[in-house]
């Protein structure tokens, strides 16, 4: 497979995406009455999927046809002032924002889509049906949720969110096309991983915020020091894999990746902000051991999922492992649920599960 390396403007352009990330993971932390309000956590979502296929659209395009040429620097930099629009119009409050949110959306999908229409003329083959397919259907997923400004209230909302859906499902019908011209695996993990590291900062920067000099007591530091650890056992386990237990030569339409971390930023970002809510403990007792083991089962199940396909045959794990890491995460959320534990305790039986997930799948 042709090596193609993540340039120095994709990374800045990942930049500007975890910042819109940041702003969608302070969403969780309204706190109302010891617990989030399901209204809160839906709208964590909606603005999460948005802000993830954006740049996984511009992402996609780059590992196919990107070429570090003048004209694709031009559309990434136009595309970088949508996204600067999108994230200034994130909010909770939806509708005082929404023009502003659907212009940023709409100009990051419509210069993503007009791309692959301008490739199309330069490629050849199997690559050029590809560009043409998804260039011409991305426009059906653009224009429904362009319709979204004729109408108030939730049906403003159905209508935008049917045209990401729409969007969202288009490769999946493409996968004839997809598989005959396949992804770059390795430097699609490599724009993945890159972009995961850096909510792996967001969660570094929420233990970090703990440490409040009025706060600074050895409870606090004991605190972030376990959660610190907590993080980079994830951290070692990710990257571990990434870098020495799958097999980057495998040629696919790389939708496993591509959808699997869909949910992997999300927990990501839910254990971020769990994180936080367990030391301010605002939340109530059982809200909390639902939010963050939710958040890790959901962390666990994913990273399970998409890395199985890619790992070398000798280093995938057996069904034996699956019993042993979802008995261990049941064990202490059954034992949290009869006896009160401080959450201290908490982080540290999570950073137990992660150092023995971690030594487990890297080994």
Not at 309 to 320: A, G, I, M, S, V
């Amino acid at each position: 497979m042709e090596e193609k390396k993540v340039t120095w403007l994709e990374l800045l352009y990942d930049l500007l995406f975890a910042a819109a990330v940041s702003t969608a993971t302070h969403v969780l932390l309204h706190v109302e009455k010891g617990e989030i309000h399901p209204e809160y956590f839906l709208k964590f979502v909606l603005i999460f999927i948005p802000i993830w296929w954006s740049w996984v659209g511009q992402t996609l395009f780059i590992n196919r046809f990107g070429q570090d040429f003048f004209h694709q620097r031009i559309f990434t930099i136009f595309q970088m002032l949508f996204v600067l629009i999108m994230t200034s119009s994130l909010s909770v409050d939806f509708d005082q924002y929404f023009l502003p949110f659907l212009i940023g959306y709409i100009g990051l999908r419509a210069l993503t889509a007009i791309q692959y229409l301008v490739v199309r003329r330069l490629e050849e083959g199997d690559r050029k049906k590809v560009a043409q397919y998804l260039g011409t259907r991305f426009w059906i997923g653009i224009i429904i949720s362009c319709f979204s400004i004729l109408f108030d209230s939730w049906i403003r909302y159905s209508v935008l969110y049917a045209g990401i859906f729409v969007d969202i499902i288009v490769p999946f019908f493409g996968r004839k096309y997809l598989v005959k011209a396949t992804s770059n695996t390795v430097h699609l993990l490599d724009r993945f991983a890159t972009f995961t590291v850096i909510l792996f900062g967001e969660s570094v920067v929420s233990t970090l915020s703990v440490l409040q000099p009025q706060k600074g007591d050895w409870n606090s530091i004991s605190f972030s020091i376990i959660s610190f650890i907590l993080i980079i056992s994830m951290w070692w386990q990710y990257f571990e894999n990434v870098d020495k237990k799958v097999n980057k030569s495998i040629e696919t339409a790389g939708q496993t990746i591509i959808y699997g971390h869909l949910f992997i930023l999300m927990s990501l970002s839910m254990i971020a902000a769990s994180i936080k809510l367990l030391y301010l403990n605002e939340v109530g007792y059982s809200f909390n051991l639902y939010f963050v083991f939710g958040s890790v089962l959901l962390y666990f199940i994913t990273t399970t999922i998409v890395f199985h396909q890619y790992r070398f045959e000798q280093d995938r794990l057996k069904y034996h492992h699956l019993v042993l890491f979802l008995g261990i995460l049941a064990t202490f959320f059954i034992i949290n649920l009869v006896v009160v534990v401080p959450n201290i305790i908490i982080i540290g039986q999570l950073t137990l599960f992660f150092i023995i997930y971690a030594k487990l799948t890297t080994t």
